[in-house]
């Protein structure tokens, strides 16, 4: 959720929408302190802004089968469904994440 102070830079789309990927950026304010850089200094805090990438995706595939083929398929509809789910969701993990990964140690070097 949003805390305090956070202004969206560029508004998130809802996911009702028919787009696959939804992405903005957020500013928001955080205070930091700042430690002296000598002994007659003091610590002080001041505060930055930090921006923060939001990507949210969601993945929706249809498949029909024919009544008869549903018929004559050896296990039921559920299982076909639960099934093709799990095959779905563990190549996400294996292709997307990755790529997910690579995108947030790129910017954080970056920034």
Not at 4 to 12: F, I, N, R, T, V
Not at 19 to 29: I, Q, R
Not at 36 to 48: A, G, I
Not at 52 to 75: D, G, M, Q, Y
């Amino acid at each position: 959720g949003k805390g305090k102070g956070q202004q969206p830079l560029l508004s998130p789309n809802t996911l009702d929408e028919p787009h696959m990927m939804h992405a903005y950026l957020e500013v928001s304010p955080y205070v930091c302190k700042v430690e002296p850089r000598t002994s007659e200094e003091e610590s002080r805090h001041v505060e930055q802004m930090e921006v923060t990438f939001h990507a949210v995706s969601r993945v929706e595939i249809n498949v029909s089968f024919p009544f008869l083929l549903l018929k004559i398929l050896p296990v039921p509809k559920e299982v076909i469904e639960r099934q093709g789910s799990l095959a779905l969701q563990k190549n996400l993990d294996r292709d997307v994440v990755p790529g997910i990964r690579e995108f947030r140690e790129t910017f954080v070097t970056w920034k």
